[in-house]
């Protein structure tokens, strides 16, 4: 895409502001007008964000944000809606704010159900009958439009989704354009924002590493269908008012639960007396976490703060680091071993009765699962490792050889490992071996 040909394109910053703000930048194009005798197209418009002055080494982590609204009101930058005196922060207020702190962030618009965009090519949702249509019907209703079919609701949501997804990769695969660090982009919103951004993320595939879901979540069986493993897959923070929407604490708990059972690492909060609507300096109490916790997590935004920073942290591993914990693997060294993974590390062995194998979930359970592989082949060696790290990731290629305990039979097999990292450690050990056949 030619940037410099967007005719309609501004960029402002107010004087000394630590931001840039530019306008109106297209994305793509969405089919709307679906089914009425006017079909046609129009342009996907986000803006940016970007911090000033030069950019880290590596590059600027991201933020990308979408706006609630119920899939039918809101815009990039006019998303602010009020409920019993309380009120929500705009997403592109969060941009800012976070613009200020060192991220390039972005704001999303997306069609809305209204427009009747297209179907997608194929289906997301599941459950094709069935819509949480309480709130959806009552801003219809405010907006004076007539009661929507099943069907148009289902495009309308569908639509953000995958407009949501595409901005996404169109920010990544530019990344160069804005100095952004490509393997550091989280995606979020609010609302039917924070919905686009976990089913973006979870069932259309986009590689951002976090999610942000205020007041948002996954229908429980989407979910269940689209959450699993761990390779790759990343970190989620929730929250949703004590009062809120019927139908949000369900879907914000079975996301919450989905990725707490995939080893993914989760941070779930209540808004204490709050309904859908909340503001950043809302106080908050932890539901759950698997995530290392800080006591400075008191309010909405520094809760958002906080998860950002462990989850985006500026990668710091080189090839050393498997060097090292390949000896130890060889050695039998379970001290070194721990020394080199993260606090809520995940281990994925080469066999089990899941798709991941047998999946260890925090340092006890790693733990023990790294001592398991010595127990099962107590002569164990991996020769000839080879390793690779590549900014937040990484691979080491081996042989494994050693002795079965169970039936005294020798075993030489190929093998891989892929790793994620937060920081300096591991966060991520996922095992690969080939399968002897004769």
């Not at 803006?47 to 706006?67: E, F, I, K, M």
Request: charged fraction near 25%; proline fraction near 6%.
């Amino acid at each position: 895409m030619n940037f410099a040909a967007q005719a309609d394109a501004s960029k402002d910053a107010g004087a000394g502001a630590p931001y840039l703000v530019e306008r109106n930048l297209c994305f793509g194009q969405g089919a709307i007008g679906h089914g009425t005798d006017r079909p046609g197209a129009r342009d996907l418009l986000m803006d940016a964000y970007l911090p000033q002055g030069p950019a880290p080494a590596g590059g600027w982590p991201a933020l990308v944000l979408s706006h609630g609204g119920a899939f039918h009101r809101g815009a990039k930058d006019r998303d602010e809606f009020e409920q019993g005196g309380s009120h929500n922060t705009p997403v592109h207020e969060y941009c800012e704010r976070f613009a200020a702190r060192g991220y390039a962030c972005f704001s999303i618009g997306y069609r809305l159900t209204q427009e009747r965009p297209a179907p997608q090519p194929l289906p997301v949702k599941l459950l094709r009958d069935r819509m949480e249509r309480d709130r959806i019907d009552w801003v219809r209703q405010l907006l004076g439009l007539p009661p929507a079919s099943q069907q148009e609701l289902l495009d309308g949501a569908e639509a953000a989704y995958a407009d949501v997804a595409e901005a996404f990769r169109h920010v990544q695969s530019h990344a160069d354009r804005w100095s952004i660090d490509p393997d550091r982009m989280a995606i979020g919103g609010f609302s039917a924002g924070g919905f686009a951004s976990a089913y973006a993320v979870f069932a259309l595939g986009v590689s951002a590493s976090a999610v942000i879901c205020l007041s948002a979540g996954m229908d429980i069986e989407d979910a269940e269908h689209y959450v699993h493993g761990a390779r790759g897959l990343p970190p989620v923070l929730l929250f949703h008012g004590e009062h809120d929407l019927p139908s949000i604490p369900p879907r914000s708990n079975a996301l919450a639960t989905r990725v707490a059972a995939a080893g993914l690492g989760v941070r779930h909060y209540l808004v204490p007396g709050k309904p859908h609507f909340y503001d950043r300096d809302c106080a908050v109490t932890l539901l759950r976490s698997t995530l290392p916790s800080n006591d400075r997590c008191t309010t909405v935004e520094a809760a958002i703060e906080d998860f950002l920073d462990r989850a985006l942290p500026r990668p710091s591993v080189g090839v050393e680091l498997l060097e090292r914990f390949a000896r130890a693997w060889s050695r039998h060294d379970i001290g070194t071993l721990m020394d080199c993974m993260a606090e809520d590390c995940v281990f994925h062995s080469g066999t089990g009765p899941e798709a991941s194998g047998t999946r260890y979930i925090g340092r006890e359970a790693v733990r023990a699962g790294f001592v398991k592989v010595w127990a099962d082949f107590p002569d164990a060696r991996w020769t000839r490792a080879r390793h690779w790290v590549a900014g937040r990731r990484g691979v080491s290629e081996w042989t494994f050889v050693g002795t079965r305990a169970s039936d005294g039979q020798r075993v030489e097999v190929d093998g891989c490992d892929l790793f994620l990292f937060a920081g300096d450690k591991i966060r991520v050990k996922d095992s690969w071996r080939k399968t002897r056949t004769a």
